[in-house]
């Protein structure tokens, strides 16, 4: 089984950045599809990413050109670099596996 964990997230201050990362463990044979979503407060999940075949990315309209999902194979860890954040972007942030599997999540938290 996949296990996936995040790290990272934290208190910061609107206009800051935060790198999170989600390691992967298991049976996965690759981090390539490995997405992000957060869940703010009271609201339902959202996805952050989606990476289909070949590598390709889309990213949330509201995060495009601020967050950017990168993958170092040989530490089995995708990380998301949040820059120019707003208090919007409080939410709890999850990695999520290619056939649905979660992580616990980690809490962002950004005041102003």
């Known amino acids: 089984q996949v296990q996936l964990v995040e790290s990272g997230g934290g208190l910061v201050q609107a206009g800051g950045s935060l790198k999170l990362s989600c390691v992967v463990s298991?049976?996965?044979?690759?981090?390539?599809?490995i997405d992000w979503y957060r869940r703010a407060p009271g609201k339902l999940r959202e996805w952050l990413t989606i990476?289909?075949?070949?590598?390709?990315?889309l990213y949330l309209d509201s995060v495009k050109g601020r967050f950017t999902i990168s993958r170092d194979n040989a530490k089995n860890t995708v990380y998301l670099q949040m820059n120019n954040l707003n208090p919007e972007d409080t939410a709890v942030y999850y990695c999520?596996?290619?056939?649905?599997?979660w992580g616990q999540g980690t809490k962002v938290t950004v005041y102003s």
């Open positions: 999520k596996g290619q056939n649905g599997e």
């Open positions: 298991g049976s996965a044979d690759s981090i390539d599809h």
């Open positions: 990476t289909h075949s070949g590598g390709k990315v």
